[in-house]
């Protein structure tokens, strides 16, 4: 003849509770655990040329480019920090910057004549400025 144990339900309710508990310690033991990066990138700095305080400076990314407003000026570089040569000049206050969904306009507020410049990303001409001098 056979035994049969039969557990009663709190054994079963403790094995239970015994065995989430360990494998929530194994999770947390496992992510507590951080290994140590393999190599730190260097500090850089790219000297644009721009000193910028609370009021003047902004920046926008996209299309793997950074361009960063300069009072009269958009200063372009790529995402690295490397000046790639690209600047829009002819602005007057430009103090606010915004890209479209795909990265192909930069919107430039420009204080100085109150109107919006729209720039073409890819070769940086300013293709039309929205005239916002109804609406100070």
């Given at each position: 003849m056979q035994e049969v144990f039969v557990r009663h339900p709190l054994v079963r309710r403790l094995a239970a509770h015994c065995g989430v508990a360990g494998l929530i310690t194994g999770m947390l033991t496992g992510l507590l655990t951080v290994a140590a990066p393999a190599a730190s990138a260097a500090d850089t700095t790219t000297d644009?040329?721009?000193?910028f305080d609370s009021y003047t400076?902004?920046?926008a990314v996209g299309g793997g480019r950074?361009?960063?407003s300069a009072d009269d000026r958009i200063i372009v570089?790529?995402?690295g920090g490397n000046l790639t040569g690209?600047?829009?000049?002819?602005l007057?206050?430009?103090?606010?910057?915004?890209?479209?969904?795909?990265?192909?306009r930069?919107?430039?507020?420009l204080t100085g004549s109150n109107e919006v410049a729209e720039i073409d990303t890819a070769s940086?001409?300013?293709?039309?400025?929205?005239?916002l001098s109804a609406h100070p």
């Open positions: 644009l040329g721009v000193t400076a902004d920046l950074v361009f960063v570089a790529d995402t690209g600047v829009v000049t002819g007057s206050g430009v103090r606010e910057l915004a890209m479209n969904a795909d990265d192909t930069l919107y430039a507020a940086l001409p300013v293709t039309r400025r929205i005239d």
